[in-house]
């Protein structure tokens, strides 16, 4: 494995599809893909920091901005696109997409419509039964991503920080910059 070491710029977060592990790398602003062999290779992300989609089958063509999260539902990847205030999908076939949020907008919009939410350094995330829950850091909120578009913050409050318990009001729980 000491090919691997020189590939690894900020790994943060991982996750497998079964047979491959992918991990976010946050410094190199890039998705690893890391074969059952040990071989370490470039999944996603140019290694330059920015915004950009790509089209199918030139994922190493989209720019990511510091991912630090990374998940999958068997079908798809997504990312926690932290520097760049995004939720992104990356399809099987190399598609790279935005699943919710503005491009370089950090902000707190819940919405019908995922493109135009609003998160703040989005980091953590996980799927469960085609919903995306999302850990918004620096609006210190846990948000839900719908698989028809909806952002809804699902526990705490934008802006607000602490460590309180909801007791049963999930809106009045406070994090303090959930990862």
Do not use: C
């Not at 696109?81 to 939720?87: M, P, Y």
């Amino acid at each position: 494995f000491s090919h691997i070491s020189s590939a690894f710029g900020g790994p943060i977060s991982v996750t497998t599809d079964g047979t491959n592990h992918f991990v976010a790398n946050y410094l190199t602003h890039n998705i690893l893909k890391i074969d059952s062999t040990g071989l370490v290779t470039v999944f996603a992300g140019s290694g330059v920091a920015g915004f950009a989609n790509s089209s199918t089958a030139k994922a190493k063509t989209a720019l990511f901005n510091s991912p630090k999260g990374i998940t999958t539902d068997g079908t798809a990847f997504y990312v926690a696109d932290t520097g760049n205030h995004l939720i992104r999908k990356i399809e099987y076939n190399g598609r790279v997409s935005i699943l919710a949020g503005v491009a370089a907008t950090a902000g707190d919009y819940d919405t019908s419509l995922s493109v135009v939410a609003r998160f703040n350094q989005p980091t953590g995330l996980t799927v469960v039964g085609g919903l995306v829950f999302v850990t918004d850091t620096s609006n210190h909120t846990i948000r839900t991503v719908y698989p028809d578009g909806t952002v809804t913050t699902l526990a705490g409050s934008p802006g607000s920080s602490g460590s309180t318990d909801g007791n049963g009001d999930r809106k009045a729980a406070r994090f303090n910059y959930p990862a």
